[in-house]
């Protein structure tokens, strides 16, 4: 065996401790895939006294993280402080300046600041890898980057937060509301005391924009995705759903359409949609993720697992690090930084499809041709139109679902019916998954 990797670990919550966890309980199985030894070497986190549940004491400790990119006895530093900025990001600087590998799980810093560090480490011939940073222990990224390295990848698409499908799963199981379901989870500690990146779809888009670049061979555009979590599903838009042989996710799609059509760019959204009964993501429940690509020549790849947690987590961060062993690794981003293309967004409005709509109305004559009205004048065809229960406010639900037409069409009678005294509170929009 070659002499042992060593490596430097920034970071010590959950997933910090499941690779020291996972190094020590597959030390014989990793050690033989890596063709040598695995040895972390220096340690660095907030507090020195939280017991963690192993033993820190054969490590050195370092009290600033950045320290670690200088010491000449680390090959690699593994980042799992988090955050898009701040000491994460000096440390991932740093790490790469010195000349050492990183591996990390922070996807908001990749989003944000990706490109530069891919490119600072192609500059310095070290690896910069990061398949912990989207949908946990599922190797989508290395299955872009490398199993489909051949396919033209025309759309990818998936469930990439465990903690928005483990609350609309529940909702959809035991017919509960959101904030309840959120309490809940919250109580559990599934979700973070503000789990506002989660359910705002913020950490969904911040994966989106990762796997649009590897797919796409395009530049990270996180700002250009549009973004909308799941604070507004109640459950009678989740019973209403399944009446109709659907299923209601948080779905991350990105697409690439070719110049020349009227949707040309790259099109980026996070958003709740309804999901046929027969797609595989209708059947992705809990906390799982699931990515879907789709390739020229490979056809449809769909990727399942626990997409978050100590074992999952550590279990990509590891993979990553037999990789560096091996000498196996190449551009961040499946083609070097210069190879990228700056792709401009899409513009939503022409795409095509069809949506669902829930409204609460007063309940008085008139109602339903109001809106009709609006619809009709948008140039929306309307499919199916059923008005059924109340809400708390004394008002009815109304839930519709439109024919395929234009995006714009639906937002156009949106926007007609603004301001309608009608209206008890802003309409609720699902685009459904037709793919």
């Known amino acids: 065996m070659s002499k042992a990797l060593r490596v430097a670990l920034a970071g010590l919550g959950t997933v910090g401790a499941g690779v020291i ?54 090959d690699v530093v593994v980042e799992l402080i988090g ?47 990061y398949e912990a940073a989207v949908a946990g222990g599922i190797p989508v990224i290395k299955g872009l980057r490398e199993g489909a390295a051949a396919n033209a990848i025309g759309r990818v698409y998936g469930i990439l937060n465990g903690t928005c499908n483990y609350i609309l799963t529940t909702m959809e199981a035991e017919g509960r509301d959101f904030a309840e379901v959120l309490g809940e989870v919250q109580r559990l500690g599934y979700a973070e005391a503000d789990p506002s990146f989660d359910i705002d779809g913020v950490d969904a888009a911040h994966k989106l924009s990762i796997l649009a670049s590897l797919s796409f061979g395009s530049k990270i555009d996180f700002g250009a995705a549009a973004v909308t979590g799941i604070r507004h599903v109640i459950a009678a838009d989740i019973a209403q759903a399944q009446a109709l042989g659907y299923r209601v996710r948080l779905v991350g799609l990105a697409e690439a359409q070719p110049e020349g059509s009227s949707t040309a760019g790259l099109f980026q959204r996070v958003a709740p949609c309804l999901v046929p009964a027969n797609h595989p993501l209708a059947h992705v429940a809990g906390s799982l993720n699931a990515v879907v690509a789709e390739g020229n020549f490979v056809g449809r790849l ?91 406010e004394g008002g009815v639900l109304v839930a519709m679902v439109t024919h395929e037409g234009p995006e714009r069409a639906v937002s156009d009678a949106l926007a007609r019916l603004e301001g309608s005294q009608s209206l008890l509170g802003t309409p609720m929009l699902m685009h459904i998954l037709d793919v």
């Open 21 to 74: 966890k996972l190094i020590d309980t597959n030390r014989d199985i990793v050690e033989r895939r890596a063709g040598c030894a695995i040895e972390i070497v220096a340690v660095s986190a907030r507090d020195r006294t939280r017991d963690r549940g192993v033993d820190l004491a054969r490590f050195d400790w370092v009290d600033d993280a950045a320290e670690l990119a200088a010491r000449d006895d680390i």
């Open 83 to 129: 955050g898009a900025d701040g000491p994460a990001l000096t440390l991932a600087r740093r790490t790469i300046a010195a000349g050492r590998h990183f591996v990390t799980a922070n996807k908001a810093m990749i989003a944000h600041h990706g490109l530069g560090l891919a490119g600072a480490a192609e500059a310095k011939g070290v690896a910069f890898k």
């Open 302 to 392: 769909f990727f399942e697992g626990r997409g978050a947690g100590e074992g999952p987590t550590a279990s990509a961060v590891v993979a990553d690090l037999i990789d560096i062993a091996r000498g196996e690794y190449g551009p961040a981003f499946a083609m070097p930084v210069e190879s990228l293309v700056e792709m401009v967004p899409a513009p939503a409005g022409e795409r095509r499809g069809r949506a669902y709509l829930r409204f609460s109305v007063a309940d008085r004559p008139g109602v339903l041709a109001e809106i009709a009205a609006a619809m009709r004048d948008a140039g929306v065809s309307i499919e199916s139109l059923i008005q059924r229960g109340t809400t708390p």
